[in-house]
Every structure is written in C-alpha cells, then in structure tokens.
C-alpha cells in the first residue's frame, strides 16, 4: 500500500493557494458527462452533493434515513468554529489551526487542518446566505461564544440546534439542485459495498431499504461521506443507524483506515440509567462553560448534593488544572470523570457519574440568564431524567461520541483506491488523536462546500476512465456477494438477537478499549472479539425476510462489519504504544497521571491494509512532518 | 409495572393491517417509550416473531425521525417533545396504551407504525432554499439582521418534519410545516429575492400531493414538538397570495 499524502509544496499558508492555482480543471461542457456517487446526506455529503451539482457534475446521492435532512449532524447542538475575529479578540486562522493541532495531540496533518481553519471563515458566509438564524448580538451582528477550551470566542451558534441549521442549510441547497435536475436522490437506500474496476471506485451495491432490492449503480467517483463509527460501542451519542459498513466495506475492498483506535468519548452526556437503555443523550459542552463539574470527597458518600457542604465537594477539574478549570478538553475532562468514579466517588445510579453543578452561575447572573444560554439543554435533561437542572446538579457522564479514526485520505480526501474520496467524521485527516468542540461541523462543511468541489476535479480531469455499465460482470459479482450475505444472515436463526450481541461487544469495547487502554486487556478483547464473532455468526436471530422491510436484517448487517473493525481497533491501540489525545495507554503517562506521548516512535498514522478473512491485516505508516509547529506536551494546568 | 399495548400491525402498504394485543410486566419508569417497545421487540424476537417497525434514530427529539400516534395524541401526550423523549414515569402500572402510525392520505403506511413521508421532500424540493451557490457568499455581518427578527425565523426553522402536524390535523392538511419553511426564510432580509416564487413554488407543490386543507382546528400548533406557531401557516397565506397578485416572476424572469 502506497501512502503518499500528496501535501502541495511551499509554506503551509500558501500550500491551498499554491494547489487551487495550479489544479486541473473538468470543463463546465464535460462536467455533466460526469457521474459522481455520494454516500450520506449529512453536512460533508449534503454539502458536497449540492456544490458539485452546482457545478455541473450529474450527481447521485444516497443516504438510509427517509430524508436527507435527519442525517446524524443534525444532532450537534453547541456551534461551529470559525476564524473570523467578529469579536476582536485576537483569533486568527493560524490560532484557530494551531488550537486545533495541539488539541489533537499533534496526530493531525498540519497541511489539511491548516487548510480547515482557512476555508472556515467562507462556511460561516455561505451558511448566513442560505437563511442559517445564526444568534446575533443586539446590534444584529453574529454573536459568539467560548467554547470547549478555546480562549478566543470564535464559535457561531443557533439556539442549542447549530447541527440541525447547518444541516437543514445544506440540505435545501441539496433540494435546489434535485429541482435543477443535477442531482438525483436515492432515500432509504443503504449502501452495502463498493464496486473497484481496475484499481478504481467505480460504483456502489446498495439495497432498497423498502423492497429489499439490491442494485448496482455506477460513477466515475465515488464520495463517502458516512461519519464515524462510535456505535462500536452499542452505547453512544451516535443517532441508532450510524454505523461504519460503507467505510467498512471499502477497507475491505482496498481502502488503508488509519487511526481506528481514535475515538473521542465526550464528558457532558446523561448517565446511563438501566440495562435496557438504547443510547446516550449529550448535553453539549458549552455547558461547561457555566456549570461546575464536582464529585463528594469522601468515597462512598450518599447524601443528596445539596446537604454536601462545599468545603467536603471536589470540584476536581479546577483543583487539577486551574488554568482551564473545567473548560479543559474532551478527553483530559473525561478520563478525570472515570479516575473519580474508579475510586468510588461517583454519584448516582450505579456511582458512574459527576455532578455539573449551576448553582454558582445562577446566583452570580441570575436565573433568567441561564435559561437564555441553555434553556433547552435544562429542559431536554429534566425530561430524560425526570429532574430539574435549576434546582439540583446535573449528573454527566463520558459517553462515546465521535471518531477521529478513518479511512485515510490524502491531502485531495482521495483514499488509497483511487476515485474513491472520503468526506468528514468517515476520514481521519484533521483533528488527530482528538477534536475539539464545534469543530467536526467546521470539517464536514469544510470538504463538502469548498474541498471537494476542486480536488475531486483535479482527479476527473486527470484521468481516462473507461465507460462502465452496471450490468457488467464486476457489478453482478458484488450483487452476488451481498445478497449471499444477507440471506446468510437470515439462514443462521440461532437464538440470540442482533442487539443482545451488539450490546454485549459494546459492553466489552468501553472497558477495553474505550477511555483507558492497556495491553492485557487490549490481547484479551481481541480473543473474546472472536468469539462473539463467531458465536454472532453461528447463534444470530434474524427474523423475518430480505425481499421487505426488516430493520433486524439491516441490523444485523452493521453488526457484523463492527465486530471486524472492533477487532482492529483493539490492535491498532495496542500497537500504538503511547498516549496521545483520546487514546489513554495505561503503559505511557506521566508521573501526574496524564497522557505521556512518544513522540520519536509514533509521530505518525497507522495506516491498516485488509489481507483477507484469514490473514492478518498489515499497518503501514505515515510520517507526520511538522514544518511549522513545534509538538509540545499539552498542558492544561 | 405492567402495561397492554395495542399495537398497529400491517405488513406492508398493501396488507390490510390491525391491531395486536402485547402485554409488558416489567417496565421501568425511567425508560423512554422507544425504549419500552425495544424491550417488547426483544420478547417477539424471542418467539421467533416479527418485531414491530418503527421510525426512530437520533433518540433526541432532533432528526424528526420518529413519531406515532399514542393514546390518540401524535408523539403522546407529553407536550413540545417527539415520542422518542417521551418517557415511561408518565404512565401508570395497569395502563393500556394504544399505538398506531400517522394517518394520513399523503403518508402511505410502509410498515407497522413506519410511513412514507416523501410528499414533504417533494414539498421542499419545489422551493425551500435561498438560492446561493457555495462560494459566492458575501461577508457574514454584512446585513446586520436585528435579534427579533432574527429570533422569530428561528422560531420556525426549528421544525424537525416529523409529520405529527399532518397525522394530527382532521384534514390531513400539511399548512404547518410549509409554513413554517415559508416563514423561516421569509422573514430574513437573505429569503426577499425569492419569497413570493418560493411561497407559490411550495404551495403549489403541496397542492398536487394527497394533503387537506386548514380549517383552522390548530391540533396541528398542539402537538407540534417544536411548538411551531399556526401564525406560519398566516404567513404562508399572505405570501401566496402576494405571488399571485403580483404575478410572481418565474427563475427564467418570465411573469406567470
């Protein structure tokens, strides 16, 4: 596997410039002539959907929901950044690059985020021209807020909803180009593999999520914009359907994924409250900005938080980093929320959780503030819990939450197949070993509106491809392979449910492989991985038929695509023998506790090559060049 | 505590379909009601049966997703919420519980409690947007937009299409969620240069589908789980008729 990340030359400032200077272009006559794939509807692929029918190009978009306005970046709340100094406080797109590269731990490429927090500031004007209700100040120009540990305000937000404005901003402009004609909308529609001719994506299988039929259709590229993988985990903030089989199948099919032990576990979600529970609710983190995080002192506490003097309360993250307090970022805030609930200084049902308390903020700005900045945060948690914030702490807890690992791409988003290019949360290019808030809607926008629409052109223009039917043998092979699949999932009827054994690998992946790793229990997990696995393949219930709807059959087919990628991902955090931003080695941290990278042997991207059912997958690497920043330890104290 | 459900089984657009009867002995008060028809569908999946069909993904009461009639009321009775923050402690032990999908003439059942909402796509696809190509956006503070106004086109861009207003409205009618597209992007200073052709765009749009017309019975306002104000559906009204008046121009320039 070749991996040459293809950074343009000269200084990082100029490297986009330089690049769009000299990028071929498909001329506005053969665009059409052109059929481009994209898989997913959420803000990388709504965006890229729309800008490159707007440009011309014949494009057919596919996503799993009814509509493509529910994709799962509906669901962000707290806002997205931008480096546009409205509030004259010293931000700068080097600021807003170099926040983000320390914040990943210095497990990013410098030239792709660098390139983010340039193109950041159009997303903000192209977002406000479509109708997006950004807040504004009373003057009527764009507010912003402070968020998850920045020390600038560059965060642009709309209500607690900036995911569902940015997304439904794409999504009409996705609509403009159904009504032009230039893109074609495939709804209820989940693709199950990639199509490679000659060493090129040249189309997707997919099935009718209604009437069961699978079909091939073709393209001359194919975008995945598919988002992450957190439901590894069963347990995640993720919507129920998010799932990695498009990306899946692609490493299958060729494409090295790099990083899959990344994964961002948030610290502000609601705990979990029974064995039965589905998902985990976030409660964005601009939470913190007001609210203080606090655990009793004593282990074994039981008294109500309000009969809990202040001086017997640890509010633990401004104790441990006062510079910070509890706007650290997400992973150094969520593994403290496990080490107080590992020594028994947890609250609530079964002690894993911590109070975020807004007692202070109340007295100090009144009630009435409060309820402007996170009215409908208060009231979504009172209705999920049954208890009122204003009145008793919240109780938070980590949950998984998003995944910085992915299919690797180089710096035009083209994977190691060429023609395939993969968009937003699905790559792993930007944000490190972690992201820092309200950047993943930043990134999604970022390849979809001003990315993709020239990078994907360099390739088309470049390349002489073939004329391709979806009729030929290639296709019908794949047809095959799927099918096979599905009716192999319905034939096993054994007796246990897909969503027993899916919870039962989640249950496994958090204790081993989720906010602390380490190798023991990383070499156990990869032995009981396969034997759920197997026990999956040989014991799985999947009722009802492939030729109808069936909601168990699309489960089960996730299911078993996150069983292959646990396995790895648990290889990949045992081969990556240092701690670095989310990924927590136990065998690496420093005398204080914290996350000890090691830089000489993993300044790098593991890059993971599929080799077969039996074989074992081969990690190739990526040096990552620092010509800019220097990587120093984080430090938040 | 124990519940009785009944529960709204068809098998496909075509089959005729009813109600099935499903008692539930130990639910917790703390699950949510999608949660509380997990449970029952592991049962089912247990006697090798078929689970029930529902909508659902974000589980947040964001993606618009989920929603079913419970008890008569479209996403129950829990007021401003999607059936999916619906949760089970504001029920009794001993409770029988009805549940059925949307109906409505432009939602053709697919399955069980699932519908076919693509009439609102077809409704969006006619005129929804601002037309802005990626890129030629000018500065983002270059129209100040005052906080009322501003805060009001929020009020109406939260709607998540659910479709809770159309299963609930006596005549099917599909007022609320045009208008609130209407008015979100009417009321900024960005939607002007389309708002009369969006306004006859969309409506028009929602006249060729199977959709009712407003009464003014406002059960759509009651159930919304955005809370959306019947005073879109207002807006919506004034600006067609505006478009007719002045004979809206068409995007070739022509006037119709």
New interface residues.
């Given amino acids: 596997m070749k991996l040459d990340a293809r950074i343009p030359s000269g200084p990082l400032a100029e490297k986009w410039q330089r690049l769009r200077d000299e990028l071929k272009l498909v001329s506005p006559a053969n665009k059409r002539k052109h059929t481009v794939i994209v898989v997913g509807t959420g803000l990388a692929g709504g965006a890229a959907a729309a800008s490159l029918g707007e440009l011309g190009y014949k494009v057919k978009a596919f996503c799993y929901q009814d509509s493509a306005r529910r994709a799962h970046s509906i669901a962000a709340q707290g806002g997205i950044n931008a480096a546009k100094n409205y509030q004259n406080d010293g931000d700068t797109v080097y600021r807003l690059f170099y926040d983000t590269i320390k914040g990943g731990d210095y497990r990013g490429r410098e030239a792709n985020t660098y390139r983010l927090a340039e193109v950041s500031n159009n997303i903000i004007d192209q977002c406000v021209a479509q109708g997006i209700p950004f807040a504004r100040e009373y003057g009527g120009y764009l507010a912003n807020r402070s968020f998850g540990g920045a020390q600038v305000s560059r965060t642009f937000y709309a209500r607690g909803q900036t995911g569902q404005q940015l997304l439904l901003g794409a999504y009409a402009s996705l609509n403009a180009q159904v009504a032009a004609g230039t893109v074609e909308l495939f709804t209820r529609t989940e693709m199950l593999d990639l199509v490679v001719i000659d060493g090129r994506a040249r189309g997707i299988v997919t099935r009718n999520m209604v009437s069961g039929e699978v079909e091939c259709h073709v393209a001359d590229a194919v975008l995945l914009c598919t988002g992450g993988y957190s439901n590894v985990y069963f347990l995640s903030t993720n919507a129920k359907g998010c799932n990695v089989t498009a990306a899946w199948r692609a490493h299958k099919r060729g494409a090295g994924f790099a990083n899959p032990c990344f994964t961002q576990i948030h610290p502000t979600c609601i705990p979990q409250a029974g064995e039965y529970q589905s998902k985990l609710t976030l409660m964005s983190e601009s939470l913190r900005n007001d609210g203080r995080v606090w655990v009793p002192k004593a282990v074994g506490d039981e008294r109500a938080p309000g009969d809990i003097p202040e001086d017997e309360r640890d509010y633990y993250l401004e104790r441990i980093y006062p510079a910070f307090g509890n706007l650290v970022p997400r992973d150094v805030a969520s593994r403290n929320a496990k080490n107080v609930c590992d020594e028994g200084r947890g609250i609530g049902p079964g002690k894993r959780g911590v109070y975020l308390d807004f007692a202070e903020a109340i007295e100090r700005l009144g009630e009435d503030v409060i309820r402007a900045r996170y009215g409908n945060l208060f009231d979504m948690y009172e209705m999920i819990t049954g208890e009122n914030p204003y009145e008793v702490p919240m109780r938070i807890y980590p949950a998984p939450h998003y995944t910085m690992g992915g299919l690797w791409v180089d710096y035009y988003l083209q994977s190691t197949i060429p023609g395939l290019f993969v968009l937003g949360e699905a790559n792993f290019s930007d944000h490190g070993a972690n992201r820092l808030g309200a950047s993943a809607l930043m990134q999604g926008l970022a390849d979809g509106y001003f990315v993709i629409p020239y990078t994907l052109g360099e390739y088309l223009a470049s390349v002489k491809l073939d004329g391709v039917s979806a009729d030929q043998k290639e296709c019908s092979e794949v047809i095959n392979e799927v099918s096979d699949r599905s009716e192999k999932l319905l034939s096993i009827n054994g007796s246990r449910s897909v969503d027993s054994l899916h919870r039962e690998l989640g249950m496994l992946m958090l204790d081993e492989c989720g906010m602390a790793r380490n190798e023991k229990g990383l070499k156990e997990a990869i032995e009981k991985i396969r034997a759920l696995k197997a026990e999956f393949w040989s014991d799985v219930r999947v009722t009802g038929e492939g030729s109808e709807l069936n909601q168990e059959l699309e489960k089960a087919g996730r299911v078993a695509d996150f069983f292959e990628l646990a396995e790895l991902m648990c290889r990949d955090a045992l081969e990556r023998n240092e701690s670095c931003g989310g990924h927590f080695r136990a065998e690496s941290q420093t005398e204080e506790g914290e996350a000890l990278r090691d830089d000489e042997n993993f300044t790098n991207v593991t890059v993971w090559e599929y080799k077969g059912e039996d074989s074992e997958p081969v990690a190739h690497t990526e040096d990552l060049v620092f010509e800019t920043v220097t990587p120093t330890q984080r430090s938040y104290k | 505590m124990k519940l009785t459900l009944h529960v709204w089984r068809q098998?496909?657009t075509d089959d005729k379909g009813g109600f099935s009867t499903y008692e539930l002995d130990d639910v917790?008060t703390?699950?949510?009601f999608?949660?509380m028809l997990?449970?029952l569908n592991?049962d089912?999946?247990?006697k090798?049966?078929?689970?029930i069909?529902f909508?659902?993904?974000?589980?947040?009461?964001?993606?618009?997703?989920c929603g079913f009639v419970v008890n008569g009321v479209a996403h129950g009775h829990?007021k401003g919420?999607t059936v999916c923050?619906l949760?089970m402690?504001h029920f009794n032990d001993g409770d029988e519980i009805t549940i059925e999908p949307w109906r409505a003439k432009a939602f053709p059942i697919?399955?069980d409690l699932?519908v076919?909402?693509?009439a609102?796509?077809r409704i969006?696809?006619?005129?929804?947007?601002?037309?802005?190509?990626?890129?030629?956006?000018?500065?983002?503070?270059a129209?100040?937009?005052?906080?009322e106004t501003?805060?009001h086109?929020?009020d109406f861009?939260?709607c998540?299409?659910c479709g809770a207003c159309v299963a609930s409205c006596p005549n099917g009618a599909a007022m609320l969620f045009v208008g609130a597209k209407i008015s979100?992007?009417g009321l900024?200073p960005?939607?002007q240069p389309e708002r009369a052709e969006r306004a006859r765009q969309m409506v028009e749009a929602m006249e060729r589908e199977a959709f009712g017309a407003c009464t003014n019975f406002r059960s759509c306002e009651a159930v919304c789980p955005k809370e959306i104000s019947i005073s879109g559906i207002a807006r919506m009204n004034k600006d067609y008729r505006q478009a007719m008046f002045a004979g809206a121009a068409a995007p070739d320039g022509k006037k119709r």
């Fill in positions: 098998k496909n917790s703390h699950m949510s999608l949660e997990d449970v592991q089912l999946i247990e090798n049966e078929d689970p069909a909508e659902h993904d974000c589980r947040e009461g964001i993606c618009g997703a829990q919420s923050q949760h402690r697919l399955r699932m076919d909402r693509s609102f796509e969006q696809q006619a005129g929804g947007f601002i037309t802005v190509r990626a890129g030629s956006a000018p500065d983002a503070n129209i100040p937009i005052p906080t501003l805060e086109s929020m861009a939260e998540i299409g979100h992007l900024l960005q939607g």
